[in-house]
């Protein structure tokens, strides 16, 4: 996947999901289509971070600190639309 922007590769993960036909895989797939979706939404909450010059949201362990976390609550409330996120 090297040389594709985001949008690509989200786009490429996305008809890859589409492609199975069965019933099984199709729920299976499901699920991954969700998790890769937040996952990506979570790496956009990440970049926004980061181009608003915020501190690391991660500690030197690489976990993800609580502030951190309130953080990416906040830019994925956001993300999504949620009016409560401009409360925390």
């Known amino acids: 996947m090297c ?4 949008t690509e590769k ?23 289509d969700i ?5 990506f939404a979570v790496h956009m909450a990440q970049e926004v971070a980061y181009v608003f010059g915020r501190p690391s949201i991660f ?8 502030a951190g976390e309130r953080e990416v609550m906040l830019y994925l409330g956001s993300m999504l639309g949620v009016t409560a996120a401009i409360l925390v």
């Open 35 to 39: 998790l890769q979706y937040f996952a």
């Open 59 to 66: 500690n030197e362990d690489g976990a993800l600190t609580e």
């Open 10 to 32: 989200s786009t490429v993960f996305l008809l890859r999901q589409g492609l199975p036909s069965m019933s099984l895989i199709m729920a299976g797939s499901v699920t991954v």
């Open 3 to 6: 040389g594709l922007n985001d």
